[in-house]
């Protein structure tokens, strides 16, 4: 957090298909897997393109048809659009705020698409989790971070403090395997 490349505009990929994106997309995917997570946008990793990628693990869907698990996937130059008026407040924590979390009012429902490395489309309507990360990650292409969206920063805080104090859950934890 305060990096100029978090608070400005993302810049479209001009070439999708181009060995620099693919190389991008390496290189977020290496980040991710280093720190945990479940999604990373190109700003975060000092990047100013239109480039993200996320996935829904099994244990943080909603059980809901439109918030399947989603393995991790890229996008390019993605585009967002709520369906309906509902508003979903749901907790949130990001990587480049560490130790810290937030309640979030989001769209519970909506349409996204972009384009993948091997140029195919992607286009889907999802609801939960699936839509609060996607509408997350893309938040940083347009220089958003996710207290900039809060309406009660009284939900905002260090995690372990809000925890401790019962206002927030841990997020939930893949299932340990025997």
């Not at 997309?25 to 991710?32: A, H, N």
């Not at 990360?133 to 009284?154: I, K, S």
Request: net charge negative; with cysteine.
């Amino acid at each position: 957090m305060g990096h100029p490349v978090l608070a400005r505009i993302a810049d479209p990929v001009q070439n999708p298909a181009s060995p620099a994106i693919a190389a991008l997309v390496e290189d977020l995917k290496d980040s991710l897997a280093a720190v945990g997570g479940t999604g990373l946008a190109a700003p975060q990793i000092g990047v100013p393109l239109r480039v993200v990628i996320f996935a829904v693990p099994p244990h943080r869907t909603t059980g809901a048809p439109d918030d399947q698990p989603q393995e991790l996937i890229e996008l390019i130059n993605p585009e967002i659009a709520p369906l309906g008026d509902e508003i979903a407040l749901g907790w949130e924590g990001c990587l480049s705020i560490p130790g810290m979390r937030g309640e979030v009012p989001r769209p519970a429902r909506i349409r996204y698409r972009g384009l993948r490395l091997d140029g195919t489309m992607v286009e889907r309507e999802v609801g939960g989790f699936h839509a609060r990360v996607v509408q997350h990650e893309c938040d940083h292409l347009d220089g958003m971070l996710y207290p900039m969206r809060m309406t009660d920063m009284r939900s905002f805080g260090f995690t372990d403090e809000l925890i401790a104090a019962g206002t927030a859950a841990p997020f939930p934890q893949p299932a340990k395997v025997s």
